[in-house]
């Protein structure tokens, strides 16, 4: 990241603590909710079956960077089965750089080609290890494992979501990203409640035992591409929400930190470890402010 860019995070973050400014810094945008997996946890595919067109994302892209979001993010759906007029994501990231924003990653389930140089950071869902992965996101293990190794870039960052079925295997999962040479980091999210998938949700003693295997793993050195300060924060459920620095926008409809906001009930249950994260920079909180600094500079 350039100097000038970092300084206007800089400036950014003072304001929003100092003033206690509800601006976002952070947009995601929904390229289509296809996708080609049904995972037992997740609420958010083939619901209307929309593939968004080109010049409504570029819109889309330039109001975000109009009210001053810097970091964007692209997301589904399966965000790499979008394709609109012979544009794919590459031709979104390109036209991001060319807006100006200073960090452009995608989110993807990893099955189809992760050759995407592109993005600052690619977030490749991974949620266990081979029968565990495969019992949740159906057989794809071994197709991820081949774009893996395809990729010509290591900007990967393993994104998984911590659940009933594979919270025994937070350790497996680092250290298979620790070894793998196009896997730049893991970052983890607990699993969120959404209706039909409550049974995934952890209790509160297996929440106590992820949150000490990661902070033992970032401990050792792991790149754990979570903030060591929030994971307490996450157990005691005491951190403000919904998150006002982030925005999702999906089809010109945007939601404050993400679409979940609108299902009643669920922040309060809410597992998503970026949410707490932001949520503490941006009241203040030194730790986390500190941890951010170490972290994001190591992996961005
Ligand atoms: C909705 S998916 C969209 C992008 C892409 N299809 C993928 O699977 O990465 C984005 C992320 O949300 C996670 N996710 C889905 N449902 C979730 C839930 N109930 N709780 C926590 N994370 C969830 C997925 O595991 C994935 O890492
Ligand atoms: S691949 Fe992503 S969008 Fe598709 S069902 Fe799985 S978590 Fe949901
Ligand atoms: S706090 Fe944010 S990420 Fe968490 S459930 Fe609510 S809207 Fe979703």
């Not at 206690?20 to 810094?25: D, L, T």
Request: charged content about 25%.
């Amino acid at each position: 990241m350039k100097k000038k860019d970092f300084l206007y995070l800089a400036h950014f973050g003072i304001k929003s603590i100092v003033f206690k400014e509800k601006k976002p810094i952070l947009g995601t945008i929904i390229l289509t909710d296809y996708c080609n997996l049904s995972c037992k946890h997740c609420a958010v595919n083939n619901i209307n079956k929309k593939m968004h067109s080109y010049e409504s994302i570029i819109k889309e892209m330039k109001r975000f960077y109009s009210t001053g979001i810097r970091i964007l993010f692209f997301c589904g759906g399966e965000t790499l089965l979008w394709q609109d007029k012979g544009k794919n994501i590459r031709d979104l990231i390109k036209e991001a750089r060319k807006i100006g924003f200073y960090i452009v990653n995608v989110v993807t389930n990893g099955t189809v080609t992760l050759d995407i140089p592109e993005a600052d950071v690619i977030f490749l869902s991974l949620d266990g290890m081979k029968d565990t992965h495969n019992l949740i996101r159906g057989d794809t293990y071994d197709t991820i494992m081949k774009n893996i190794d395809d990729a010509s870039n290591s900007n990967i960052c393993i994104y998984m979501a911590v659940n009933k079925l594979n919270f025994k295997e937070v350790q497996e999962v680092v250290e298979f990203a620790d070894k793998n040479p196009n896997i730049n980091s893991i970052s983890f999210n607990f699993h969120t409640p959404y209706k039909g998938t409550e049974h995934l949700t952890l209790i509160r003693e297996e929440k106590l035992e992820v949150v000490s295997k990661i902070k033992e793993l970032i401990k050792k050195k792991m790149p754990i591409f979570n903030l060591y300060s929030a994971l307490d924060v996450y157990l005691k459920n005491s951190w403000d929400r919904p998150c006002y620095q982030c925005i999702v926008s999906e089809e010109g409809k945007i939601y404050n930190c993400g679409r979940c906001v609108e299902v009643e009930g669920l922040c309060t249950e809410c597992g998503y470890l970026f949410a707490v994260e932001f949520s503490l920079l941006f009241n203040g909180n030194v730790r986390a402010i500190i941890d951010m600094i170490k972290t994001y500079l190591k992996y961005v």
